[in-house]
């Protein structure tokens, strides 16, 4: 919560006055003078401050126009293309390859023909009959 501040003596006036003289922007001016952005636009008018800068009725540049099908696909076809590069030369050891039969390997490798797994050996009860 803010805290009280009279808005209506002049050594805050003059305060406010040189903080609006720095070019400070209306965020810094009100934690610095701990009133509402509101408040400081009701002075602004009442003490005849001049006018801060709009940015946004500035001029804007162009804008950059979407980008065609063509292009799309140009730029898609850099990042795939990077992207199997960037694969291809990971070290054999570092890089992820998953084999299709893993699971199955690691199921039928097993030392044991039924585990101690209750779930398991749920499923090659199913299996059996």
């Known amino acids: 919560m803010r805290r009280t501040v009279s808005t209506a003596c002049k050594s805050f006036q003059s305060l406010l006055a040189s903080v609006w003289a720095s070019g400070s922007t209306y965020a810094e001016m009100t934690s610095f003078l701990g009133v509402s952005r509101d408040q400081i636009i009701r002075l602004r008018d009442r003490l005849h401050l001049p006018l801060r800068l709009d940015r946004s009725k ?14 799309i696909r140009q730029q898609c076809a850099a990042i795939r293309a990077k ?7 990971e070290p054999a050891d570092k890089a992820y390859r998953k084999s299709e039969n893993d699971f199955i390997r690691f199921r039928f490798d097993a030392s044991q023909e039924r585990g101690d797994d209750p779930i398991e050996g749920l499923i090659d009860g199913m299996r059996d009959e």
């Open 58 to 71: 500035r001029k804007k540049g162009p804008r950059h126009g979407d980008p065609t099908p063509a292009q």
């Open 83 to 89: 992207h199997l590069a960037d694969r291809l030369a």
